[in-house]
């Protein structure tokens, strides 16, 4: 399971919760590693889950979402549904084992008239209905706050969407090697796009052979910038018929999700010869985004980060360099915390993993981009992409 329940307890302890209720499809799936399709596809059709402090957590899902935690089971047991939907049970043919366990479901659940109503019957089936709750507010509407404060008078019901980002700023093992697969996949699948550059072949065509190739792979694309000549000036350039000629530069960002997790990767190269001012510009922000990476360790402050990776690529030869935060932390979320920003003061922790970037955008000219994700470790960092400090001749 992907959630670190020691750390969620403690920082539940910390801010004098007894429990966390996930509302958006991201907080949910961190908790209880299952997908409601539901919630992902459709606006206004939530699925929750709770997790005490001190008792069993549970689950809150529409009904027509059962056969997704009976194809794939979470670590989570106590399964709670709403709303109607109709699938017939069985009578005498032998059923496989997902088969069996949706029939079982189906047969056991009670299924609530509103989503609201299954997760009030689950707290106060945990005796939470008088107590202090951490609501990630991020994925109700007001509407459905104001209900649930109704039918909870005696809870103290908090904002909660912060304390999730809190706890999923330090990744579990299980984390690091999602985040490390998805990262793996953008890789091969932007070696495949790039062995397709030739003169005349589009945005498009490149787009396309990413794509393509990170599906194979097992991901599932999620953004794909394919900016090429002038156009990769623009930072979400969107792939077009636009069609490559020589001296072109190619830049890619974007990546895949992999189980859930992201990867965001970026990468430039030109095609053809590349000019002096290419290759003066690329160096300057490979310098600057390396010494980032190079200063990683714990307690190093975010904005530190920024600052050296800011004024490296100034000194290395783009002196009026700007740039409102140069990295992210990722995972669940393609932007997860901390930011790596001039005001983000939070310090870097051991399991943080983190985005470092020194993106450059001049209309006219093109726009140049490195983009590394690393893990920060005990005494440092180690790498999750493969470093690439040759600016790529095509």
Not at 258 to 272: Q, V
Not at 308 to 332: D, N, V
Not at 383 to 393: A, G, K
Request: charged fraction near 25%; charge should be negative.
């Amino acid at each position: 399971m992907p959630i670190n329940s020691e750390r969620a307890s403690k920082i539940m302890e910390k801010y004098g919760l007894e429990a966390l209720v996930s509302t958006t499809p991201e907080n949910t799936l961190y908790v209880s590693d299952f997908r409601s399709l539901s919630q992902w596809a459709l606006r206004g059709v939530p699925a929750f889950t709770v997790l005490p402090r001190d008792a069993e957590p549970a689950i809150v899902l529409p009904i027509s979402d059962l056969d997704l935690y009976a194809d794939n089971p979470s670590w989570i047991k106590d399964i709670r549904c709403y709303g109607t939907f109709y699938i017939e049970s069985p009578e005498t043919q032998k059923l496989t084992e997902s088969e069996e366990r949706l029939a079982k479901l189906l047969k056991g659940v009670k299924s609530e008239e509103t989503a609201i109503d299954a997760l009030v019957k689950v707290l106060k089936d945990r005796g939470l209905d008088n107590k202090t709750i951490g609501v990630d507010e991020a994925g109700i509407t007001c509407l459905m706050w104001d209900e649930l404060r109704n039918k909870l008078p005696k809870a103290q019901i908090r904002y909660g969407a912060s304390i999730f980002k809190e706890i999923r700023m330090l990744k579990t093992a299980e984390e690091i090697d999602r985040l490390k697969k998805a990262a793996e996949i953008s890789e091969k699948a932007l070696d495949v796009a790039l062995q397709a550059i030739k003169e005349g072949v589009s945005e498009t065509d490149l787009a396309r052979e990413f794509e393509l190739t990170v599906i194979k792979e097992g991901g599932t694309p999620f953004i794909t910038v394919f900016g090429c000549g002038s156009r990769s000036a623009f930072p979400n350039a969107m792939p077009s018929g636009y069609k490559l000629k020589r001296g072109d530069i190619v830049r890619f960002d974007g990546g895949c999700v992999y189980r859930g997790y992201y990867s965001d990767i970026a990468l430039s190269a030109i095609f053809g010869q590349p000019t002096e001012k290419h290759k003066k510009y690329y160096a300057a922000i490979v310098r600057g985004t390396t010494e980032a990476i190079n200063n990683i360790k714990p307690s190093v402050k975010a904005s530190e980060l920024f600052s050296i990776a800011l004024e490296t690529t100034r000194k290395a030869g783009i002196p009026h360099y700007r740039r409102h935060h140069c990295g992210h932390g990722i995972g669940i979320e393609v932007y997860d915390m901390p930011m790596v920003r001039p005001t983000e003061n939070t310090p870097l922790e051991a399991g943080m993993v983190l985005n470092i970037e020194t993106p450059y955008y001049e209309i006219g000219f093109g726009g140049l981009q490195v983009e590394e994700t690393i893990v920060v470790t005990d005494n440092g960092c180690k790498y999750l992409t493969t470093p690439i400090e040759e600016l790529l001749v095509i």
